[in-house]
C-alpha cells in the first residue's frame, strides 16, 4: 500500500523512464535528446 500520492509519482516514473527510453533511442541530436530528458525530469518532479 502506497499513498495517493506515492503511487502517482511510482507510475509516473515507470511511464516516463520508457518514454525517455524510446527518446533516447531515436535518431536525434544530442541538443535535442538533452532537451527531451530535461522535459522529462520537469513533468516527473513537479507536485501536483
Not at 527518446?23 to 535528446?33: I, M
Amino acid at each position: 500500500g502506497f499513498t495517493p500520492f506515492e503511487a502517482m509519482v511510482r507510475a509516473r516514473m515507470v511511464y516516463y523512464s520508457l518514454v525517455g527510453e524510446f527518446t533516447l533511442g531515436t535518431r536525434t541530436n544530442q541538443a535535442e535528446r538533452l532537451a527531451e530528458v530535461r522535459l522529462q525530469h520537469t513533468i516527473l518532479t513537479r507536485r501536483d
